[in-house]
């Protein structure tokens, strides 16, 4: 399984930003897939997961975080609004092919993309 995470970057507060990752067919059709972050010195956060056909949020997440997907190419998005610099973080993706109703713990994802740094500027 591999996780090509793309879309980080400098973003003033207020903006808007849709991370991008790409899998293959197998990974993006029957695993289920989630968006975590890690800020410097905290741990890993969930934010979101589309587990059996369903999109969870944390509630943290709600209402300016946004998943999607595109099967077309196989590629997951985070898109969030409404920058803070508190949303400063590491973006990373990740993968699990079993089901499970902790899709918010980061221990119950085998794969994960390499990050994509977003960085918040006030």
């Known amino acids: 399984v591999q996780l090509q995470a793309s879309g980080g970057g400098l973003v003033q507060a207020g903006g808007s930003l849709r991370l991008a990752c790409a899998t293959d067919?197998?990974?993006?059709?029957?695993?289920?897939m989630a968006w975590f972050r890690q800020a410097p010195g905290l741990e890993r956060e969930f934010v979101t997961a589309r587990s059996g056909g369903r999109i969870y949020y944390a509630d943290s997440a709600k209402g300016r975080f946004t998943f999607s997907r595109d099967s077309a190419t196989n590629t997951i998005y985070l898109h969030i609004d409404t920058l803070r610099p508190e949303d400063t973080a590491l973006y990373y993706c990740a993968a699990d092919r079993y089901w499970t109703d902790k899709h918010y713990e980061p221990g119950r994802y085998a794969y994960w993309g390499q990050g994509t740094l977003v960085t918040v500027s006030s």
């Open positions: 067919t197998d990974t993006f059709v029957n695993y289920r």
